[in-house]
């Protein structure tokens, strides 16, 4: 889409030329409705709003059919969204619709943080489009786009004017989405408190610099419409899927003891202009805005704090390619120096283990050398105590030789005198 | 009249119908009442609570059929992000039948309105707290003739209808007011509510006020000598609490009548047509049968813990400083004097040495069991 504009507002050469006959481009429109119909089309719409505001009720509503919906709780302790995908047909046009809901939100005490969910979830859209497109090998024709194209943002009907809440939320979401605003269960408001509710809405909106999304006024066909819608918003809405039995059809209605309120009775409420703006005349639009000027802006904060920009500091235009291979270069250089860190680091490590362990071996050594001395010396010890027992053993036994002898001699001695005495003895016989 | 009346009998009246019964004359003591309370005059204070846009004044006035309100200033939302609760007063006089009613709205602006709302009935509780002092300081003072009763009688709560239920900001805020003062809960712009989702809602903030344990006004059970018909209308009474209410500043024409209403292009809501809406409930109830036990409640229950509570921390207090003097004038009775001290110190002592006797024969009874 950018670049067909860009080519047509550009063309300061082109000269114009007026045609002879029918060449037949004029079917170009034709293909391309028949192209994106058989591609579908997708449109996603975040609804924000207190619980029980009837968000749900009026998608149900809009859409004419029973999405799956279930009452949450006031209790939550902080905002959450819920998104949820829907493939409907219309005669033969696809639509793939996401309807992302607030869940809690409004039910804190504290609600200082609440519209931040809500702004990282549409940065998050943002975010995986722009990576999508950044990628080497996208496919952006098959992509499915969850960006956020439409955020009605409910107001509650309280008659006087918008809540603080309203105001902060609104204020830090106009450049990242096409706000809507509408006001929700407005079957109780009169009409008079109406009007005065509109006018206090939007002098409060305009004078605290809210960006709410016009509808475009350009394009002659609807630009007559869409003023008068303009000045119309923000559009009081009731929602009801129930049926009531008016005249002889049965027509969408709430029922209440003093009377019916007419869903599509544009003299009950806005739904019908709402329809007509957001659905039947407005969605391209919104799709349109959406990546051209939302999705642009955060793209172009997103590269500009990344460090690309268009000029460099010499004021002279430097391309997307260049930007990217200084800041290549740059990583390259940076993820070197980091590891040169890193191997000098080690080396340290290595040498301070290294002397760690030679300290340890050292320390080893010497005690080794300490029991070995130990061990010499009281094997020395030993041998003397041997040697002192050997030289007692010998000693004693050289005693017992001696005395064994002296026994022997005393013995052969009485021996000898035995056998004299017997020599006597018996030479006396 | 009873078997009871004995001695000083007077000869029966002629026009008072009791042939031959014994008459005393206190019967007329409840006219008596009634004479010298329209002599006074009453005063009641009602204090309306809950986020700016609910229709607070739109009701007050509805209910007091006046314009309390003419010329007041709202905020506008850039003003209300950091903004605190203000307290406001207005007090009117108005007569009917002779009664005088000396009336006081306490309004609180700026509730729930902020984006940070934690603690923000803070200013709201305060106030009630310095009513309840106010009127302990005069009671106990010495000139007690003209006592001014500023204390709040009732606190009208609004729930907004555009929810599924009760919102964490109004749990805790019954919960924070629900000992000093009579909450009444009620739904606020009815009119965006069918009669099922009225009926749903009801029972699921009245399902929700058991479970959070939030003590909100009961109405007192109507006497069981009562007939029928007023112990129904009691049932049906309690049964559609809290009340859904419409209010209206504007008088329109409906049914070929002048009746208070919002002209919508689909029809005219009547704010008095009990198919509509519980405002006539909730008017019979606030003002012409509960006005009365609302100030009893007021002055018999959150008042008396209030000042039982402020006595207690007083004395509490008074013994940790151990000093005599005293804020309101009737405190030497708590100051425990010397003498007392050691009488309480002697009893003390008495009670312990009973205690050690009992224990010793209970004792002494085991042992003797156990043989």
Redesign the interface.
């Known amino acids: 889409m950018t670049t067909s504009d860009v080519a047509r507002q550009g063309d300061q050469n082109a000269q114009p030329l007026s045609l002879s006959g029918h060449v037949g481009f004029d079917s170009l429109p034709h293909q391309l409705v028949n192209k994106s119909t058989c591609q579908g089309f997708c449109f996603n719409i975040l609804c924000i709003g ?5 968000k749900s009720t009026l998608m149900d509503t809009l859409f004419n059919t029973n999405f799956e919906n279930f ?5 939550e302790p902080k905002v959450k969204l819920r998104a949820q995908t829907y493939d409907l047909q219309e005669s033969n046009v696809r639509l793939k619709l996401t309807i992302v809901n607030t869940v809690g939100f409004g ?6 943080m609440s519209y931040q969910h809500v702004v990282d979830y549409i940065d998050t859209q943002f975010e995986s489009y722009l990576q999508e497109e950044l990628k080497i090998k996208r496919s952006l024709h098959n992509y499915h786009d969850s960006r956020i194209h439409a955020c009605l943002y409910f107001i ?13 939320t609104m204020k830090k979401l106009d450049s990242k989405v096409n706000i809507i605003p509408v006001i ?2 407005a ?2 408001i ?2 008079t408190e109406l009007h005065k509710f509109k006018i206090k809405i939007m002098s ?1 909106l305009v ?2 610099g809210v960006q709410i999304y016009q509808f475009p006024t350009d394009d002659e066909t609807v630009s007559k419409i869409n003023t008068a819608m303009n000045g119309i918003l923000p559009f009081a809405v009731v929602g009801s899927t129930e049926e009531v039995k008016i005249g002889n059809k049965m027509v969408k209605a ?9 869903v599509e009775n544009e ?2 409420c806005d739904f019908v202009k709402l329809r007509e703006m957001l659905i039947c005349v407005n969605m391209e639009d919104l799709r349109e805005q959406t990546h051209t000027r939302h999705y642009e802006l955060y793209r172009r904060c997103k590269l500009e704090e990344m460090g690309f920009t268009d000029t460099n500091p010499e004021s002279k235009p430097v391309s997307l390619q260049e930007t990217y291979e200084a800041k290549r270069q740059e990583f390259l250089g940076e993820l070197q120096h980091r590891e040169e860190e890193m191997r000098q680091m080690f080396v340290q490590r290595v040498k301070e283990k290294e002397t760690e362990l030679k300290e340890a071996e050292r320390e080893l050594q010497g005690k080794f050398e300490q029991l070995k001395r130990l061990h010499s010396e009281e094997k020395n010890k030993l041998d003397e105590k041997r040697r002192s027992l050997e030289d007692e053993m010998n000693t004693f036994s050289k005693k017992k030789a001696a005395t064994e002898l002296l026994q022997g001699q005393s013995f052969t001695a009485n021996a000898n005198l035995k056998k004299d005495k017997d020599r006597k003895n018996s030479g006396f016989m | 009249m009873t078997s009871n009346t004995r001695g000083k009998s007077r000869t029966p009246r002629s026009d008072d119908g009791g042939e031959g019964k014994e008459y005393v004359g206190f019967a007329t003591l409840p006219n008596q009442v009634h004479r010298k309370s329209v002599k006074k005059g009453f005063d009641f204070t009602l204090m309306v609570a809950g986020e700016s846009g609910l229709g607070k004044s739109t009701l007050v006035n509805s209910l007091f059929l006046t314009d309390l309100h003419k010329d007041r200033k709202l905020l506008t939302a850039e003003e209300r992000i950091s903004q605190t609760v203000e307290i406001t007063k207005h007090t009117v006089d108005i007569e009917e039948k002779g009664v005088k009613l000396k009336l006081t709205i306490v309004d609180t602006p700026g509730f729930g309105d902020a984006v940070n709302n934690v603690d923000c009935w803070r200013p709201i509780t305060d106030y009630i707290e310095q009513q309840f002092e106010q009127y302990f300081r005069d009671e106990s003072g010495l000139n007690r003739k003209n006592i001014q009763d500023n204390r709040v009688h009732c606190c009208l709560y609004f729930i907004p209808p555009f929810g599924h239920g009760l919102r964490p900001v109004d749990v805790e805020f019954m919960k924070a007011l629900q000992n000093k003062v009579n909450v009444v809960p009620l739904i606020s712009k009815a009119d965006c509510l069918t009669p099922n989702e009225i009926r749903r809602l009801k029972d699921r903030v009245r399902a929700e006020i058991d479970t959070y344990g939030i003590k909100a006004y009961q109405f007192p059970d109507c006497d069981s000598d009562e007939d029928e018909e007023a112990k129904q209308k009691d049932r049906e009474l309690k049964e559609s609490t809290p009340f859904a209410v419409i209010g209206s500043n504007m008088v329109v024409e409906a049914r070929g009548q002048k009746v208070r209403g919002r002209l919508y292009p689909w029809g005219i809501v009547e704010v008095e047509n009990p198919s509509h809406c519980d405002f006539v409930k909730l008017r019979t109830m606030l003002i012409r049968t509960h006005m009365h036990d609302l100030k009893d409640i007021t002055c018999d229950c959150h008042y008396e813990n209030y000042r039982a509570q402020c006595i207690h921390t007083m004395t509490s207090k008074m013994s940790a400083d151990k000093r005599v003097e005293s804020p309101v004038p009737i405190m030497p009775l708590s100051t425990p004097d010397v003498e007392t001290e050691k009488l309480i110190k002697k009893k003390d002592a008495e009670l312990r040495r009973m205690q050690e006797m009992l224990q010793k024969m209970q004792q002494q009874m085991q042992h003797e069991q156990n043989l």
């Not at chain 1, 039910?107 to 200082?112: G, I, S, V, Y």
């Not at chain 1, 509650?156 to 902060?168: E, I, M, R």
């Not at chain 1, 709430?254 to 007419?262: D, T």
Request: negative net charge; charged residues 25%; proline residues 4%.
């Open positions: 207190e619980t029980g505001i009837g009452e949450s709780s006031h209790f039910d804190q005490l504290n609600k200082d509650a009907p309280s008659g006087h004017s918008l809540k603080s809440l309203d105001l902060v929700a269960k079957d109780t009169s009409k409060e004078s605290n709430r029922q209440y003891p003093w009377g019916v309120v007419q003299n009950h």
